[in-house]
């Protein structure tokens, strides 16, 4: 069955999954970069920046691939689409990832905005949703075929959905560094306490790996 | 050298210390218990319990055993003392400990309200500090005799040792559950970014443990 998962998302040992002061130039935010070495470090991630490094096995290799299989879907919030904010304009903005984006599958972005539906190559679509988080999670499904439907981000996003009580799994990654600021994760969401299983947990060298499920 | 040191502060995954509404009767507050079960199961607690159970190895008795060790005096907020609030009236209240408190050496109680040192049984006394943190931190530094003075707790006298830079290391715990709301350790604590290297962590079959150390 399908399910709506989260996973790779790294936080900070105090919480945070992203730095302070996020921009253009910086969208992870001061320091945040470091809460994703550990994927940079992986063959999966290295392969996905067209490079033929990377280690090809141990927890974190694992991990990253993981991340990418059985995905049908993807839903993100309009932040991390891209940085125009308010209407899209021209509509020349196709976002982060060039002609051929690394989802190959649709993607639903949450926007205030309606835009037709932007074919990619590789079999990216971008289908842009303005009804909300729970008709996305609805119209994802459904294109997923079966597979699971991925939250990609970000922050914001993700705590929608849990707050909504939608988010069937979680991985999550803490990264053993503190940044004192930034964007929460786990913030806001009262409700949480009890709703889900840690399944599994498991420290690599650099991070701990976290596997939650709704129960 | 002695050190301000923190030990064995248990979180949950989504950053807090104790649960929502502590009280006397809930003094960990909502799911705040589950934090502490990976200490309750070692050697170490049980034998502070009276009992004889308990594991006797493993990483988690390993931590347990250290938090007692090398420490020459304590620091600890108002309310871990106790839950009378303002003036200390009839001044019958000794702590939640009895007659025989486990610290067997000073410790030094942040209050508003001054009061005469209350000498226990078995070495533990407790001084009352109304000049504030810095000042308890050098009695206690003092009082010590060159071994590390820990920090007790609760949540806010971490923070406020943290905010100001003093302290030296944390052995921090992070169990894999979520509660969704309660009591952080880290919030308002905007400069600790970069401030501590995390020298070592581990996960037991319970916990995660962390050592920072600041750098």
């Known amino acids: 069955m399908s399910k709506l998962v989260v996973r790779a998302v790294s936080m900070s040992l105090d919480g945070f999954m992203a730095g302070a002061h996020q921009s253009l130039e910086n969208p992870m935010g001061e320091g945040g970069m470091a809460l994703h070495a550990w994927a940079f470090g992986t063959r999966t991630f290295q392969k996905m920046f067209g490079n033929a490094g990377g280690a090809t096995e141990g927890l974190d290799e694992e991990f990253a691939a993981k991340s990418f299989e059985n995905n049908g879907a993807t839903i993100m919030g309009r932040n991390m689409f891209g940085p125009v904010r308010d209407g899209w304009g021209d509509e020349s903005w196709k976002g982060w990832w060039g002609e051929e ?74 990264a053993p560094i503190l940044l004192g600021k930034g964007e929460r994760i ?28 709704k129960q």
Chains 1, 2 share one sequence.
Do not use: N, W
């Open 186 to 213: 786990f913030e806001g969401l009262d409700a949480l306490g009890g709703q889900y299983r840690c399944e599994s947990f498991s420290a690599s060298k650099a991070v701990v790996h976290y596997r939650l499920v």
């Open 101 to 174: 984006p690394p989802f190959h599958h649709p993607v639903f972005v949450l926007t205030h905005h309606a835009r037709k539906p932007l074919v990619m190559k590789g079999g990216t679509t971008f289908h842009f949703v303005t009804e909300g988080i729970a008709a996305a999670r609805q119209r994802a499904l459904e294109a997923a075929g079966g597979k699971d439907v991925r939250i990609g981000g970000g922050a914001e996003t993700i705590r929608q959905y849990l707050k909504a009580g939608l988010v069937d799994e979680l991985h999550l990654v803490q």
